[in-house]
């Protein structure tokens, strides 16, 4: 397994830790805790070590590249993706609950087409709950316990096709949810007070699949003020190019 993590310098610089800030559910580094079979990724360890990222089979494995992240094909049937699991290889949901302090989300990903209307994040069995840029417009979409919300882009306008951005999903106790773009807050914010349930990368539940790439997915279940959204952004953007 390959394990790429940031260590501390000679100078006693520390690099930010994720787990640093309360809350921390999962952190998925695309440069640690890798397994491959020769190029392609068979299993995705979180920081924390109790969450695994693996496809369903040999067909559905996700290219993998030091440089460029965990590649999926965006094939409508049987398409590239990795299913969540437990600790004993077990499939299981991460949910995350407005009402019990709130959630953030935060992924670094490319498309190669941003107006495709396709999953990022979502669920094994239910069209419920994922997370998807817009088809035909500037706009991300995030559903939750069934409910759409539909987030205006407007710094920046768009997205570039093939160019890596973080986008962070930040909601509070009572819902209210702001996205930010490489840590740019958006405008448009939107209320859901539902639950998140996410049990898969790459894919959602119906043919609207990811074709691009993820270097990072980091999930907690609470909100983040300032000063520590700001940690982690500091912590991602080496990964935005």
């Known amino acids: 397994m390959l394990g790429l993590g940031n260590s501390s310098s000679s100078s006693g610089y520390t690099p930010f830790d994720p787990s640093s800030i309360t809350g921390l559910i999962a952190n998925f580094n695309f440069q640690s805790n890798i397994t491959l079979a020769t190029a392609e990724l068979t299993k995705w360890v979180d920081t924390t070590g109790v969450y695994v990222l693996a496809p369903p089979d040999t067909n559905t494995r996700p290219d993998w590249d030091d440089e460029t992240g965990v590649a999926f094909d965006g094939a409508a049937s049987n398409p590239d993706r990795l ?3 437990d600790g004993e290889s077990v499939a299981t949901a991460i949910t995350l609950d407005s009402d019990d302090g709130g959630w953030c989300v935060a992924i670094v990903y490319t498309s ?3 107006d495709d209307g396709k999953r990022v994040i979502g669920h094994t069995s239910s069209n419920s709950n994922y997370i998807a840029h817009s088809s035909g417009s500037n706009t991300v979409l995030t559903k939750a316990g069934g ?3 539909v987030y205006s882009l407007d710094t920046p306008s768009s997205l570039t096709d093939g160019d890596f951005y973080c986008i962070m999903f930040n909601s509070d106790a009572e819902g209210l949810t702001t996205m930010y773009v490489n840590n740019v807050a958006q405008a448009d914010t939107e209320t859901n007070t539902a639950d998140f349930v996410i049990s898969q990368v790459g894919a959602g539940n119906d043919a609207n699949n990811l074709a691009g790439k993820i ?3 980091v999930i907690y279940n ?5 000063a520590q959204r ?3 952004y ?3 953007k080496s990964s935005v190019s």
């Not at 609470?222 to 300032?226: E, I, P, T, Y």
């Open 215 to 217: 270097k990072n997915l």
């Open 222 to 226: 609470q909100d983040l003020d300032v």
């Open 234 to 236: 500091d912590y991602l």
């Open 230 to 232: 700001n940690d982690l």
């Open 83 to 85: 299913e969540l699991l």
């Open 147 to 149: 409910t759409s919300k």
């Open 112 to 114: 190669t087409n941003w």
